[in-house]
């Protein structure tokens, strides 16, 4: 449900939502629309769930459309998505039409009379060509870039050159060749969304019953897709090196994102690693696809690992950080600009196994320290990544490109 501003007056404080009533009144004739590959699984969606009603309640026409792949588009655009964060792609030229294809299909039927459009990810990203362009397009990419495959990216780049702003997660994803204006906005979550609002310890306790969950030894913790920058194969590797030292049970809270094919196949092949102890009861996988009970898994926690090998921003850490849950994750991408280490969590390099290790038992055993960073990184995220703040910061985006 859609809580109205005032009900974040007490946790970002009342100036904060004056201003962006302010900022709201100067769009009140304008219209905005999203435009993404998907309306559930992953970060965009989890944003935009969050962003597009919070933008209509103060008064800014905003919509959200889907972009309609197949499972032959959305194969490509996994791969596409893979090679932009460093994997090796075979661009062939089938890869190339499927992708366009879809793209001008849509195009077709799907008509852009708004005041300014704003493209999430590469999926929707060639849109611009086939649509008739009569406004601002900002291409909103929420991976990272740092380091893209260097054909994809000389495919991709016309593209991207016919877009008025591209918005980045991270200073480090800009491009040098790309003399498109780049700027940063930093995601962020909804702490009254039923993903992250308080809940009572009886209500963990019920949900976490409920979902099959063992309650009877510490549980460390991995919150993601099945996905190979997510690294859960490296995630069991630090569980069996933390098992020899601390008696604990690993839970995998997983989903799939409609636009990601590969999820079933990486998850097939964690729970064959992870077999034995699967039977033995000590890895637990459960479906995340209920965001209460994503919440009690956050909360009930000792520790939450994102030992990812890339990741655009992360998502998963802003909200283990909002509930104060000691968070063990790679210093890699958007983490470290969430995690100050040993301030408000920790970070690992994410090929250091031991030291992944390590960190959680060292926090499994020390319950005073998780308390304190805990207490830091929940007024880290107030401070920052609060959905108030994104929302301040695409309406400051939209007076501007709209004057
Ligand atoms: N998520 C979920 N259930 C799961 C796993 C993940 O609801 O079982 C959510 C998670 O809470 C977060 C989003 O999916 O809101 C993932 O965003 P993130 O930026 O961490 O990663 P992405 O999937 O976009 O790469």
């Not at 200073?171 to 790309?178: F, I, N, R």
């Not at 702490?191 to 306790?205: G, T, V, Y």
């Amino acid at each position: 449900m859609l809580r109205g501003m005032e009900d974040y007056i007490e946790i970002v404080g009342s100036d904060v939502i004056s201003s962006i009533y302010k900022k709201a009144s100067k769009l009140y004739d304008k219209n905005i629309t999203n435009i993404n590959s998907t309306f559930q699984g992953g970060g965009v969606a989890e944003i935009l769930s969050r962003l597009v009603p919070m933008m209509n309640y103060i008064g800014v026409n905003a919509g959200w459309r889907i972009l309609h792949g197949n499972p032959a588009f959305f194969e490509v655009t996994k791969k596409f998505h893979n090679a932009l964060q460093g994997g090796n792609l075979n661009l062939s030229s089938l890869k190339k039409r499927l992708y366009l294809d879809v793209n001008q299909e849509f195009a077709v039927y799907t008509h852009l009379n708004h005041s300014c459009i704003v493209l999430h990810d590469p999926q929707p990203l060639p849109l611009i060509k086939f649509c008739h362009k009569r406004q601002p397009w900002i291409w909103r990419c929420h991976i990272d870039l740092s380091n893209p495959n260097k054909g994809l990216w000389n495919f991709l780049k016309p593209y991207i050159l016919r877009y008025d702003m591209v918005i980045f997660s991270n200073e480090s994803y800009k491009k040098k060749d790309l003399p498109v204006e780049q700027r940063i906005i930093y995601p962020a979550i909804d702490p009254l969304s039923l993903k992250n609002r308080e809940l009572s310890k009886s209500d963990i306790a019920k949900y976490i019953k409920k979902a099959g969950v063992p309650t009877d030894k510490p549980i460390i913790t991995q919150v993601s897709r099945m996905d190979m920058w997510k690294d859960p194969e490296g995630v069991l590797d630090v569980y069996m090196l933390v098992r020899k030292k601390v008696d604990c049970r690993l839970l995998f809270c997983y989903n799939m994102a409609s636009d990601d094919p590969e999820g079933m196949e990486i998850y097939t092949r964690v729970h064959r690693k992870a077999k034995d102890l699967i039977d033995k009861g000590d890895v637990i996988f459960v479906i995340g696809n209920n965001d209460i009970l994503v919440n009690a898994v956050q909360r009930f926690s000792d520790v939450i690992i994102q030992k990812s090998t890339k990741e655009g921003f992360g998502l998963t850490v802003t909200e283990a950080l909002w509930k104060g849950t000691p968070v063990v994750a790679s210093n890699i991408g958007g983490i470290p600009t969430q995690i100050k280490d040993e301030h408000n969590g920790f970070l690992i390099d994410p090929h250091d196994i031991k030291g992944c290790a390590d960190r959680v038992i060292e926090i499994l055993k020390n319950k005073s320290l998780a308390k304190e960073i805990g207490k830091n990184a929940k007024e880290s995220v107030r401070k920052n990544f609060l959905t108030t703040r994104l929302l301040s910061n695409y309406l400051d985006l939209f007076i501007e490109v709209l004057k």
